[in-house]
């Protein structure tokens, strides 16, 4: 190594590296709230791990969510949206799962939604 810049590359994988784990941890997460669908295309979402309330919509092909991070985010890739489509894919017998680049999205050749913080869902089954 000659400089710090040459650095540079292991931040990136590093980056590249919690994204992917951030992937699965949310759609692990998802799993553990409850969602009610309130009108179309507005969700109610309480989170399994502390009780909390947020309301989540779509926006712009992807959703807004009402939760800290999410009022952060114009389109907000929390755990909160993902119920939110995890429950609109059950209504038509499908799962999704979440990932970091839309690379890793497209090779699994299902429909795609892009929801915003570099995440991207795909719907599986039927
Ligand atoms: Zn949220």
Not at 19 to 48: C, D, I, Y
Not at 76 to 89: K, Q
Not at 113 to 119: F, N, R, S, T, Y
Request: proline residues 3%; contains cysteine; positive net charge.
């Amino acid at each position: 190594m000659t400089s710090p810049g040459d650095c540079a590359i292991v931040i990136i994988e590093m980056r590249e590296r919690r994204k992917m784990r951030n992937a699965k941890v949310l759609q692990r997460k998802s799993m553990t709230h409850l969602v009610e669908q309130v009108a179309p295309g507005l969700f109610a979402v309480k989170s399994g791990e502390t009780g909390n309330c947020y309301g989540v919509s779509r926006k712009n092909g992807g959703f807004r969510c009402s939760c800290p991070w999410g009022e952060r985010h114009s389109l907000s890739g929390c755990s909160h949206t993902v119920a939110a489509l995890r429950l609109l894919a059950a209504q038509e017998g499908r799962a999704v799962s979440v990932w970091a680049s839309e690379g890793d999205a497209r090779r699994q050749h299902r429909p795609i939604v892009a929801l915003g913080d570099g995440l991207f869902v795909t719907h599986r089954g039927r």
